[in-house]
């Protein structure tokens, strides 16, 4: 079944045509990545499904339509965002970014059981509940990136370059993380620069090129063509 | 030392009321980066709410507590209304329009204010209603303590109180200052920015509101163009202390407000108005981010 799909998506940026007819879909339980090099338009791509960027063409949010729905209320439909450069409150702490994360629901015992499963897969993330968010390591505030766009129990969640400016180790630790919310039944479009990071854990992968789609694929197929090899993973 | 005592008190007394106006520019500053130059004009028609209130329900030569309640709450009311109105109808057509518009706007809906109070009310000044009695409460040190001035200080403390309470305590003042950090990762949160938006126009205006009565109790004249010297100075008070920063603007007016009754007390009166914009001078060439405020460099 198919958790997300996108039609035909056309964006511009004044007369700029950044986006040129991307579709692609994202079915229930997957991992499916977007890769390709900067600026092909894998952020705007996640900016148009959340709504931030007006655009024309389909896209599906379990069948039903987002045109006209404001991006506010895309959460409660089930999309979370963890935004390109993890876009963290930094003067607010890490306990009330998360609170954010649930803003719109309103079941306290859900919320709170959530927040417990939160601390379980980003520990890191207990011990620091009281500071500032612009406090934490890089790393630190993309963990709480993700588990913010986590507290809104979403059904598909976006994220959108979590290896950016990281060092590999932690790098690798987010993307277990990532692959663990997946194996729990988490539905996630994953949009990456770290072409090889990314292809490992995916089930299927698009590539995109200058705002359209121009490869897709099972993640590991993708590693052995020779054409992405040359292009995205550096030989 | 008498003397500087009592100047000390006018002076908190005085900046508390800069502060209230402050806060209005300061909170819509941190939001939208708009200076809304119609707040001043808010402040303006929260006085002339309270003087017809007073006039209609026949208390206006009936001093005390209650009368101040009552007063306080219609000027709240008219100016909550009267910032929602202008948000709705001037500044959020242009949401997307550069920043150039809205300043535009924001003085034209000044200007517009101000005219219309001279149609409406007349230009002629009036008597704000007799709110309470002036009286010594009691003296301390051979300091008189009066019940103006310590009815202003204790409303604003109550206001500021409740400002922080809702601010840093609510989950409303934890998606403002969630979107006044990042609006569209807010709206991605699922908080909706436009009410926000409207939200913080309705707070910053009812403090407005809560400052005209306050100052018409204590200098009991008000006329159409009221708004525009202590708007200007609440204006610069919040640049003083870091525009955006809500901390930062009760600083800046405590600093105006104390910095003026002294130049009043010790130099002369004629130099209340020149200390503000040197004031502003001098801050802006050597601290522009203000006190509280950080230095953002802007990219290019």
């Given at each position: 079944m198919k958790a997300l799909e996108v039609q035909d998506l056309n964006v511009f940026y004044g007369s700029i045509h950044?986006?040129?007819g991307i579709s692609f879909h994202v079915n229930q339980g997957e991992i499916v990545s977007l890769i390709g090099a900067n600026g092909a338009g894998k952020t705007t791509t996640l900016r148009a499904i959340s709504g931030i960027v007006e655009s024309t063409g389909q896209i599906l949010l379990h069948g039903k339509t987002?045109?006209?729905?404001k991006t506010c209320e895309r959460v409660s439909l089930g999309l979370a965002q963890s935004p390109e450069g993890r876009?963290?409150?930094?003067?607010?702490?890490v306990m009330e970014n998360l609170q954010m994360g649930a803003?719109?629901?309103?079941?306290k015992n859900e919320i709170q059981k959530n927040l417990e499963h939160c601390f379980i897969l980003f520990p890191r993330m207990k011990e620091r509940q009281?500071?500032?968010?612009?406090?934490?390591?890089g790393g630190e505030q993309q963990m709480l990136a993700i588990s913010r766009a986590l507290m809104s129990a979403p059904k598909v969640l976006l994220l959108d370059?979590?290896?950016?400016?990281?060092a590999p180790l932690i790098v690798a630790q987010i993307f277990e993380i990532i692959k663990k919310v997946n194996q729990e039944g988490m539905t996630v479009l994953l949009v990456e620069q770290n072409a090889r990071m990314a292809l490992k854990i995916s089930h299927r992968a698009y590539v995109i090129e200058t705002g359209k789609v121009t490869l897709e694929g099972k993640g590991e197929d993708l590693l052995n063509n020779d054409e992405v090899r040359r292009s995205y993973l550096g030989g | 030392m008498q003397d500087f005592i009592q100047h000390l008190i006018n002076g908190i007394s005085l900046g508390s009321i800069y502060a209230l106006i402050a806060l209005g520019y300061t909170m819509v500053f941190g939001i939208?980066?708009?200076?809304?130059?119609a707040h001043s004009d808010v402040y303006m028609i929260g006085a002339f709410a309270a003087y017809y209130a007073a006039r209609t329900l026949g208390i206006d030569k009936n001093p005390g507590v209650s009368t101040l309640v009552i007063l306080l709450i219609a000027a709240m009311a008219a100016c909550s209304l009267l910032g929602f109105t202008i948000e709705r109808l001037a500044y959020r057509p242009l949401?997307?329009?550069?920043k150039l518009n809205i300043l535009i706007t924001a003085i034209g809906v000044s200007l517009f204010l101000q005219y219309s109070g001279q149609v409406v009310f007349g230009a002629d000044p009036k008597v704000f209603p007799a709110?309470?009695?002036?009286?010594?409460?009691f003296t301390l040190l051979g300091v008189e303590f009066k019940s103006l001035d310590l009815a202003v200080l204790f409303v604003t403390l109550v206001m500021m109180v409740l400002l922080h309470l809702l601010i840093y305590h609510t989950k409303l003042g934890r998606a403002m200052r969630a979107v006044s950090t990042n609006m569209n990762v807010a709206a991605m949160m699922g908080v909706n920015t436009d009410r926000i938006i409207s939200f913080t126009f309705v707070v910053g205006s009812a403090l407005a509101g809560v400052g005209s009565v306050l100052v018409g109790m204590k200098y009991p004249k008000i006329d159409?163009?009221?708004?525009?010297m202590i708007g200007l100075k609440a204006f610069v008070a919040a640049v003083l202390g870091g525009i955006g920063n809500i901390a930062g603007a009760v600083l800046g007016a405590l600093i105006m407000g104390l910095s003026e009754e002294m130049v009043v007390g010790y130099?002369?009166?004629?130099y209340r108005d020149a200390l503000a914009f040197g004031i502003l001078i001098v801050i802006l060439i050597?601290?522009?981010?203000?006190?509280?405020?950080k230095g953002g460099v802007e990219k290019v």
């Open positions: 950044a986006l040129k987002l045109k006209n729905v876009g963290v409150f930094p003067n607010l702490t803003y719109s629901r309103s079941d009281k500071q500032l968010a612009g406090t934490l390591s370059e979590p290896s950016l400016g990281l | 939208l980066q708009l200076i809304n130059f949401r997307k329009a550069p709110v309470l009695e002036d009286s010594v409460l159409p163009l009221m708004g525009m130099l002369s009166s004629t050597f601290r522009p981010a203000g006190l509280l405020g």
